[in-house]
């Protein structure tokens, strides 16, 4: 039931004759979109899909629902195509909102303090952001970066980074723009959830990071997953997480806009984490208001991420840094190998799913650079 | 001779019929370049044209050159035409390229330091992202954005910004795309030059930049000038900077990739600074290089910016956070009044010229947000 009626994600493919077109995920077979509006459609794209609004997305959905239902339509094998990124990317942004990565950073980078969260972590969600060019869809290859961090000697070198990590997150895509778009209005411009890898090379970022936050240890790369699920199928995971201090009154949580998601991370096919997004502390609604608060206005196709998924346990935490405390605790994979960082070769695959419904994976195997 | 036949910038303008159309700007007039490439300048922007690189532009060069001499072709007066975005954005980059700009912030921010640069600053031009869909053209009125800072009775607020801060920067737009691009290929993706404004909301940025940098302090606008300067046209202001310690091998400057342009930064009219480019510590090449060494590319479109461009002297600095010491040593205006920060109303115009050619101004008008 992980791809059934009550899912259908979409995406965009390339199939065995090298044509681009819009689909929707039915079990493990995919529908052309364009069959059920040819003209929204017609690009190979979901750019004008997304543009379109909850209208269009509602009415799409329920004509998918028929066309399926009333077995209209051939559906192509899911094997015999090739998923690519399914919008033009806009702005991409990430956040930080999970308190419990967020505490973990600052206990690992800035112990001795006495609330490991920084002065303004919870007024705001914190983000910053990032580079749209490097998105890629998931099962792209991901080429080791190299930068400038101080070597085992001591002065600072350019060299491949030794310190490759994952970060699994959950990205938002947009669609109809706007601004100063408040909590209550989040659904009108947020079309649907996709699972992201946000590859991180924490020697790198940490070398350059002073004074104005990440850059290279981050560009290099950001896996997307192929398929977006819309909010509409996920209406039964739904949850509203409570803040203390309450948010000022234009980041006030207006309703549920909590998702009840369970991930899974793992390496080479083990199991290392399984984070809970039900947690997070600031809600994508939240970190929409925030993010056009100052007048900023998101474009169709605009993707923000919520930063690593960690929750309380260890065996929840999202990324390697935390899970290997900064590489202090290397943890064993299922075959006899440890990891404190990642290694060349080595295949990430992050999983989600909020009960019956199945999330795409976002998947990527390091090469060496 | 500001805009005479050794300039010839690029832009994209609306004409009084409303239609849009790529030009070059000779005098107080424009050409339409559809007249000397109707297939390459056929969408109105010079999206086309960038991507072409190098001996396209100057093909084209040298036939505007032709045409303008020959006389051969009606110009339209610059005055009935308005100027929008040339091209479709990309990623937009923020570097902070200027030694005393950064040694000034170090100065304001971490007093007491013995070295106000970071560790980092001397091995890599230090960058950041920034939000490609808050880049506007040259004379949009700029909104004062609001965001959350602490008030004056202590607790944080969300209010108006009482910091608002100009920019005074140096933007350079990639052609062709690329990654791990050398310094001595940096001609090979690098199309031209435009001054770039990017406004500052110095109490959002102070108050959310921890951990991960600016974001909404930056994000709300970033003003793009209208005209871009071919680098062919600056070959005569080329300048080579020395650095120490030498970088690392993949970001020594290999020619002279630093440019002597004279900034003004004006406010209603008045002068308040006159920053030297032509002794900015790392130079265009240099920025471009970084910028792709972890394996990140470029795109057609992308822009990066110098960051403030500041010099010695304090009637070279380049923002008011360095000209009024943040905000303890207020600059008088000719008309009687003072200012430590922006007002509305204010109008900022920064403007620079490299002996007889001038690059085209950046100018913006705060608005009450």
Known sequence: MGWGIGNLPYGSVVGPDGRRFAAVRFGDAVL???????????????DRFLAAGPATWSRVRAEVVDTLTADRHPL?????????????????????ASEHHAANCGRIFRPGNTDPLSANWRHQPIGYDGRAGSVVVSG??????????????????????????????????????????????????????????????????????????????????????????????????????????????????????????????????????RPEFGSMYWSYAQM????????AAVRTGDV?????????????????LELTWNGAEPIELGDGTSRTWLEDGDEVVVSAHAGDITLGEVAGRITRG
């Open 140 to 273: 792209t290859d991901i080429a080791r970066p190299s930068g400038q961090f101080p070597g085992d000697d001591g002065p600072i070198g350019f060299a491949p980074t030794r310190r490759l990590d994952l970060e699994a997150e959950v990205a938002f895509v947009v669609g109809p723009p706007g601004t100063r778009i408040a909590v209550a209005e989040a659904d009108e411009h947020v079309f649907g959830v996709c699972l992201l890898n946000d590859w991180s090379a924490r020697d790198i970022q940490a070398f350059e990071s002073a004074p104005l936050g990440p850059f290279l240890g981050k560009s290099f790369a950001t896996s997307l997953a192929a398929w977006i699920t819309p909010l509409e199928a996920l209406a039964a995971a739904r949850t509203r997480v409570p803040q203390d201090p309450e948010p000022l009154p234009h980041l006030r949580e207006t309703g549920a806009h909590g998702l009840r998601l369970d991930l899974a991370v793992s390496i080479n096919g083990q199991v290392v984490a």
């Open 304 to 320: 923000f991420a919520s930063g690593t998924v960690s929750g309380p346990a260890r065996g929840q935490r999202g990324c390697l």
């Open 32 to 46: 052309e979109l364009a069959r059920v509006d040819a003209d929204l459609f017609a690009a190979g794209g979901l």
């Open 76 to 96: 192509v094998p899911l094997a015999d195509v090739t998923p690519v990124l399914p919008f033009a990317i806009g702005d991409y942004v990430d956040f930080f």
């Open 288 to 295: 929409l208001a925030h993010l056009t608060s100052n007048g």
